[in-house]
């Protein structure tokens, strides 16, 4: 069964889209409304989302925007967009973000159902090759390596970039792999073929099948909205090679690195998701030019090392580790002094601001200098919360004593603790405590 959430600004089509829902006979469990960007995105961490249906133009938090703040928050939760307006820009940058249809209002009903139905009747179906593999009919199919020349052409500009770009014939055929940029990251995939093997009786066989089942399942996530190209590296790993041109690297409204998290996040679900089987994904940092894929290629691979020390964290951005600030690796204390030093600014940063309106884990992320996946890790793994019900527990509480000690009224209390309505403010209450706030007063 499938959980989907309808957000708009306008009552009225939320609960025209949600009876549209309730009579179209999917498997729905259960339908959730939102009036704004905020209010859905309090309910998507919250509730288990398969399906987003949102509004573009939403005032505070664009359906964009809310977009790229779920994906960060569940990578999986697939988005139809709706919007007033035929902007081709809108649609193309929601088609970057992952959404799978784009809509323009008046909604015409069936069509509407149909997009539904399209995205919802997909969500649990992989592949054919992958299909064939978990049903033990693998040698029902033949793998299609990636092309030798292809692979070492590749592998040779990400380990000797001064060797490859030496003779004009191999100019030539990094033109043809149509390797423009100018802007480049790489991200490593090793897969946990050691941990699989304890647990599962696999051949060699079974081991070149699972690798290219991981292979298969990237290109199809890249697919969707990247310029990129995935292939097998020499020491077993994949490699994939993502580019931006000048425009859609500056596109203001996308922010590169936090889509490549998204990315990394959408490999390791899926990877598991679909081949039962644990994958370390490294992340380097994007940069300009040809001349810097070799450092690229170490800055990935360095970040994969990460998980001996966090072996119940799979996503590293190389980024979010102080190179600089060590003459050699940081040791285990080391580590551990400076991983608690982000989390301690990050708590006093939400403990001063956990009443602001639009408060996002990116915001906090970013007065720390270091990505919202690590950040979300290192403070559930140092506090024993999840960051965002962190700031709803002190957001809880103050309006809590409010409610019990002062005779402001509900909108002002939702007002001072950091919500858009009171309505908004009245469910989450409920749900924390399990009574409304006129119930407490009472």
Not at 284 to 305: C, E
Request: hydrophobic share 40%; proline share 3%.
């Amino acid at each position: 069964m499938f959980n989907i959430l309808v957000v708009d600004d306008e009552p009225l089509i939320c609960k025209g889209l949600s009876s549209l829902l309730a009579a179209s006979g999917l498997d729905i469990d259960h339908i959730y409304t939102a009036g704004s960007g905020q209010e859905a995105l309090d309910c998507i961490r919250m509730e288990e989302i398969d399906l987003l249906v949102t509004d573009i133009q939403m005032g505070a938090m664009s359906g964009i925007e809310l977009m790229q703040h779920a994906k960060m928050a569940k990578p999986w939760v697939q988005t139809i967009i709706i919007s007033a307006h035929e902007t081709f820009q809108y649609a193309q940058m929601a088609v970057r973000l992952g959404a799978r249809d784009y809509l323009i209002k008046p909604l015409n009903s069936e069509q509407f159902l149909d997009s539904v139905r399209s995205v919802v009747l997909k969500m649990d179906k992989p592949s054919p090759e992958l299909s064939a593999y978990m049903d033990g009919n693998a040698d029902r199919f033949r793998l299609e390596e990636p092309l030798p020349e292809y692979s070492e052409l590749l592998n040779n500009l990400l380990s000797d970039t001064a060797g490859v770009l030496g003779t004009e014939t191999k100019l030539r055929k990094l033109d043809e792999l149509r390797l423009q940029g100018p802007y480049f990251a790489v991200i490593r995939i090793r897969l946990l073929l050691e941990e699989a093997r304890r647990e599962q009786s696999y051949t060699d066989r079974d081991y070149k099948l699972l690798r290219y089942a991981a292979l298969n399942i990237a290109k199809e996530l890249l697919d969707q909205e990247w310029n990129s190209t995935a292939f097998y590296s020499p020491d077993g790993e994949i490699t994939v090679l993502i580019q931006w041109d000048e425009h859609s690297y500056e596109e203001p409204a996308t922010g590169q690195l936090n889509r490549l998290e998204v990315l990394g996040r959408s490999l390791h679900y899926n990877i598991h998701r679909y081949l039962q089987l644990r994958a370390v994904i490294g992340i380097s940092q994007i940069l300009k030019g040809l001349s810097f894929m070799d450092v690229l290629n170490r800055q990935a691979a360095k970040a994969i090392l990460w998980n001996r020390e966090h072996t119940d964290h799979y996503v590293f951005y190389y980024g979010d580790f102080s190179w600089n600030n060590y003459a050699a690796d940081p040791s285990p204390e080391e580590l551990h002094t400076h991983n608690n030093q982000i989390v301690q600014k990050a708590k006093e940063y939400i403990d001063a601001n956990y009443a602001q309106k639009g408060l996002t884990i990116h915001e906090v992320a970013r007065k720390n200098h270091v990505s919202p996946n690590y950040l979300s890790y290192l403070f559930k793994k140092n506090t024993g919360y999840n960051l965002w019900e962190y700031v709803i527990k002190l957001r809880m509480e103050e309006s809590r004593e409010m409610i019990l000690h002062t005779d402001l009224r509900r909108y002002e209390i939702a007002e001072r603790v950091g919500y858009e309505s009171p309505e908004h403010f009245s469910k989450i209450f409920k749900k924390y405590y399990g009574f409304s706030p006129s119930e407490l007063k009472k």
